[in-house]
């Protein structure tokens, strides 16, 4: 279900600069980098509310432009804010792939996909489920199915267990390390992501407080 922007579409002050767009700074939603900067006015806003694709106004061709609609490396929008005097959108955001022309991750020349290893295996892992590589591990195990899927996390969970009684720290770490692989592949099948867990753990949170 979209998020309802209106109340935040009608306080940004468009009218501040002689363009009528307000500064828009990308941040990945994953690792919290700045991907770039670029320029909204009200209607680049709200297409970009209603696509969930960021979308700018470019203010030298005088034309909405889709980010990635030549590369086809979208940024899927995740959250908008403004900053207090609502002159300045943040824009949280989901790269798919290099988000520079130039090839780099960010437009400030920064690395990003190195910075949240986690959600980059996440990203490999989700590659080989829509298109499977003959050899692979990974796309055998989407292959052989579900009940499979489920068994490798129960086999891994037990025998991190019996690692936790002895004193091996590097077995304890392997058979941790083997039991998060196949707790991304469970979810990848089931269609879920970190991220989704993530919420449900932050709501629990905020119950608690």
Known sequence: ????????VNRIDFNKSSSGTVPAIIQDA????????????????????????????????????????????YLHVIEIKTDCDFDTLLIKAKPDGVVCHTG?????????SGQDFLRALEKIIEGRKKHPVSGSYTSTLFKEGINRMAQKVGEEAVELVIESKDNNSKLFLNEAADLMFHYLVLLQAKNKTLDNVIEVLEKRHKDVK
């Open 104 to 112: 780099a991750e960010t437009c400030f020349n920064e690395e990003n």
């Open 30 to 73: 994953s690792t919290n980098v700045v991907l770039m900067l670029g320029y909204m006015n009200k209607e680049a806003l709200l297409e970009t509310i209603d696509s969930e694709l960021v979308t700018f106004f470019s203010r030298s061709k005088g034309r909405l432009w889709v980010k990635g609609e030549t590369s086809k490396n």
């Open 1 to 8: 279900m979209k998020k309802n922007y209106t109340d935040l």
